[in-house]
Each structure stands twice: as C-alpha cells, then as structure tokens.
C-alpha cells in the first residue's frame, strides 16, 4: 500500500472522528429540556406532571400534620403534668372538679371529669348507699371513663392513617410516574429515531425526578409515622393508668360510703 493511500484513510478517520464528537458536543445541538427541577416539572407529560403535583401536595400536608401532631403531644404531656400535679396534692377531688370542670385542657381532665360526674349523678340519686347497686355505680363509672378515653384517643390520632399510606405508597406512586417517564423516552427514540443523549436524557430525568419527589414524600412519613405511634401509645397508656388508679380510688369511696 502506498504513502498516498495511507493518507487519505488517516484523513478519512480523522474525518469521521470529528463528525461523532461534533455530534456528540456540538453546542447548537438541540437540547429539549433543561435539566432543573422547574424545568423537569413544567416540561414533564401532564400525567407525570399530575403525579409530581400530588406527591408535592401530599408532603406539605404530610409536614403539617407531623409538626400539629408534636405540638399537640408536647401541650399534651404538659398539661398532664399540671394536672396530675394538682391531683395528687392531696386536695380534694370535688375541689379540683369544680375548678376545672368549666376548662379541660388534656384527656386526663376530661377522664376525671366524667367521672367525677357521674360519681355525683350516683351520690344524688342515692346509689351509693345500698352494696346491691355499688357494683353497677362503680361499673358504669369505669364505662364512662373507657368511652371518653377512647374519644379521645381518636382524636389524637387522626390523620395518623395519612402518614401511614403515605410512607408506604408515595413510593409506588413515583415509580408509576418513573415507568410513565422511560415509556416517554422510548417514545422519542421511535419518533426521532435517535438514541443520543439530547433526545434520551429528559425524558429519563423527568422518569428519576418522580422517583426522587415520591421518596422525599415517603421518607419523613414513614419515619414521622414510627415516632408519633410510639408517643401516642405512651401517651395513651399513660391515660389507661390514671383511669385504673383514679377507678380504685372511687372503688374505695363506695366502699366507705356503704
């Protein structure tokens, strides 16, 4: 083979070596999508779109009942201690009713409210004096605690079934947006028929980011979710405690009353 000919094949790979980097990093290059997270969410398909938009909403929601719930717990547990404070003084019980009968600040107030009321409406009606009536006063007392226990169990833990789905779900919910996504980049492969970069890389980031935003969803759920049970359960035992203490107490009254 002669110089000449080694030549024009070194100036011919020269050549096409320079057209695929042109190709590859050419700045006028068309670019669909810039790759910010604004730009992902704007330029996303309206059905990826919708999911990153209800995964958002679902977060900040998610952030607000986390911080309504701790604040609750905290003004819970101190108002708790206030009271229980009050009530193993050693002052009276009807004393203590009467002053905050009007003001309940925590279930435990309410607890011994609605007993303490009851205790009354059996002492009014004379049910306290006869052993054959005791039990059922002592009985329908314990009831009424119960129920106003659980209401207001209930009513610390609402929305806790929120974070739960939420910690569990908000994952999946992103993956269906991810699958959306590479669905989208096959697309504009077939369409362009191209595989470069600038016709792949969008779509694929817009796949990833739904993906991203439903951990960033799932993540503070399931751990926020695992911490206010944890409270919530102490917090209710502690309720469960002073109902059985406060319950022998009114057991032994109907014992002396008898």
Not at 131 to 149: C, F
Request: aromatic share 8%; net charge neutral; glycine share 6%.
């Amino acid at each position: 083979m002669d110089q000449s000919t080694l030549q024009n094949a070194a100036a011919k790979t020269v050549a096409v070596g320079q057209n695929l980097a042109q190709s590859l990093a050419d700045p006028a290059a068309p670019v669909l999508h810039s790759l910010s997270m604004w730009d992902l969410f704007w330029g996303a398909e309206p059905i990826i779109k919708l999911v990153m938009f209800g995964l958002i909403v679902a977060s900040v929601w998610s952030w607000t009942i986390i911080f309504n719930k701790v604040y609750s717990l905290q003004r819970l547990n101190k108002a708790a201690d206030s009271f229980e404070k009050a009530f193993w003084s050693g002052g009276a019980l009807d004393d203590l009713f009467d002053r905050i009968h009007n003001r309940m600040l925590d279930p435990l107030s309410a607890i011994f409210c609605a007993a303490m009321r009851e205790w009354r409406r059996s002492i009014a009606k004379g049910m306290t004096r006869t052993t054959e009536i005791r039990g059922t006063v002592e009985q329908r007392i314990d009831r009424v605690m119960q129920v106003t226990l659980n209401r207001e169990i209930q009513q610390l833990e609402r929305h806790m079934g929120f974070l739960a789905s939420l910690g569990s779900n908000a994952v999946i919910i992103g993956l269906f947006g991810t699958v959306l996504g590479i669905m989208n980049s096959f697309g504009n492969i077939v369409g362009q028929q191209s595989a470069s970069l600038a016709v792949v890389a969008p779509s694929m980031a817009e796949a990833l980011f739904a993906t991203a935003i439903g951990l960033i969803a799932a993540i503070p759920a399931a751990i926020a979710y695992n911490k206010l049970s944890s409270d919530v359960n102490r917090y209710e035992n502690r309720l469960d405690a002073f109902a059985s203490e406060f319950g022998a107490i009114i057991s032994r009254q109907l014992e002396e009353a008898v």
